[in-house]
């Protein structure tokens, strides 16, 4: 399963690109076996956006890993791709420092984020 | 930070037999600004996603169900996490008789100890987001939300 996270590159431009859960071509067979991928994490959060809530661009203070749980929300690297996420969607917030991103909440309803902090930023490849 | 709303959170829960039972969490949202609300910060272990293949769309009741353990199979969850569905389905079915089901979005709370029957009726790929929180898979306490 591929996620998508938004990192930035050498010039301090973010982009999007994507990691990997677990092991390639690993299936799962329960809690440990072969294949899980477990990440540190520090904390866990709710995160309720109104629809026409935006920020602007701005790097994140800590790699983040997001899972929406309701609503939509809009994406934008500073390399100028936007991408939507909706219910079900995870993404990764990994572009700590530069020009950072803006996020814009869209939609009828509220966009709420199930908003995990992660010890440290997750490489692209499993090297378990 | 101005207190604003109350986020509830399905969980599964113990009553006063250890028998499982659908319960809800409450978790405070404090206001950041007239558009946004968060959450205080609440101790996490780690978390992995995790991708089941659908078992069978038979029911339960089925005298063909092929689930492993049969109609009656339950087990706990280990340490106390949370489940988040990211694609899929899942019927979640535990000892006060209720069945529960997950959707894209739907966020529970597993408790330690809360045996449970999980079934994958899904006719696409399951895909979940489990977090595990502090505690151990024999420690029974209720989830401490920081408020």
């Known amino acids: ?31 440990g076996g072969p294949g899980i991928r477990y990440i540190d994490a520090e904390c866990w959060q709710i995160w309720e956006m109104q629809a026409g809530h935006f920020q602007d661009f701005k790097p994140n203070h800590a790699p983040q890993c997001l899972a929406i749980m309701a609503g939509k929300l809009a994406v934008t690297a500073s390399v100028g791709e936007t991408r939507s996420f909706a219910r079900g969607d995870m993404l990764l917030l990994q572009d700590l420092h530069g020009k950072g991103h803006a996020l814009r909440a869209y939609g009828v309803e509220p966009c709420t984020v199930f908003l995990l902090t992660m010890k440290q930023i997750m490489a692209p490849a499993y090297s378990d | 930070m101005e207190k604003g709303t109350i986020m509830k959170i399905l969980s599964i ?27 205080k910060k609440q101790p996490a272990v780690h978390w992995y996603a995790m991708e089941l293949t659908p078992d069978t769309e038979l029911q339960r009741t089925d005298p063909n169900y092929p689930f492993s353990g049969g109609t009656f199979e339950a087990h706990n969850g280990d340490v106390p996490h949370f489940n988040m569905q990211l694609t899929g389905y899942l019927d979640s079915t535990l000892q006060d008789g209720s069945t529960a089901r997950y959707a894209p979005g739907d966020l529970h709370y597993q408790r330690a100890m809360a045996l449970h029957h999980s079934h994958l009726r899904s006719p696409v790929v399951n895909r979940h987001l489990l977090v595990s929180v502090p505690g151990s898979p024999t420690d029974p306490s209720p989830l401490k939300v920081i408020g």
């Open chain 1, 1 to 31: 399963m591929k996620i998508p996270s938004l990192n930035t590159d050498a010039k301090g431009d973010s982009y999007f690109t994507e990691v990997e859960s677990a092991a390639p071509g690993s299936t799962f067979v329960g809690p």
């Open chain 2, 13 to 39: 829960e113990l009553d006063a037999n250890w028998r499982s039972t659908l319960g809800v969490i409450e978790v405070p949202l404090h206001k950041v600004s007239e558009t946004e609300a968060i959450s």
